[in-house]
């Protein structure tokens, strides 16, 4: 019976619990979501700084900054944690002017 929890989660009999592991499942999977296209466009912003395309640079900060405050909003990353992000693609941005 091994395997990863969050794989295989072992199934409730009460009724509430069955729900609240489908929530969580799905929750899991948004916080996820967000997570990976935060990376993105971390590495899209990167590129763009790199290949010394200002107007590229700004509309990719723009999006990654937008992103992260929805994260936060949601609550799929801690406040600090999208803070510190913000204050590192600020940086990387500012490197490119």
């Given at each position: 019976?091994?395997?990863?929890?969050?794989?295989?989660?072992?199934?409730?009999?009460?009724?509430?619990?069955?729900?609240?592991?489908?929530?969580?499942?799905?929750e899991?999977?948004?916080?996820?979501?967000?997570?990976?296209?935060?990376?993105?466009?971390?590495?899209?912003?990167?590129?763009?700084?790199?290949?010394?395309?200002?107007?590229?640079?700004?509309?990719?900060?723009?999006?990654?900054?937008?992103?992260?405050?929805?994260?936060?909003?949601?609550?799929?990353?801690?406040?600090?944690?999208?803070?510190?992000?913000?204050?590192?693609?600020?940086?990387?941005?500012?490197?490119?002017?």
């Amino acid at each position: 019976r091994g395997g990863s929890p969050r794989l295989f989660p072992a199934m409730a009999n009460i009724p509430s619990q069955k729900k609240r592991i489908k929530r969580a499942q799905r929750e899991h999977l948004e916080n996820l979501r967000y997570t990976s296209r935060i990376k993105t466009y971390f590495r899209r912003l990167e590129l763009a700084v790199s290949g010394s395309d200002d107007a590229q640079a700004d509309s990719e900060h723009r999006v990654l900054v937008q992103t992260i405050d929805k994260a936060v909003k949601r609550g799929a990353i801690h406040r600090n944690n999208g803070a510190r992000k913000k204050s590192r693609a600020a940086r990387l941005r500012r490197g490119a002017a």
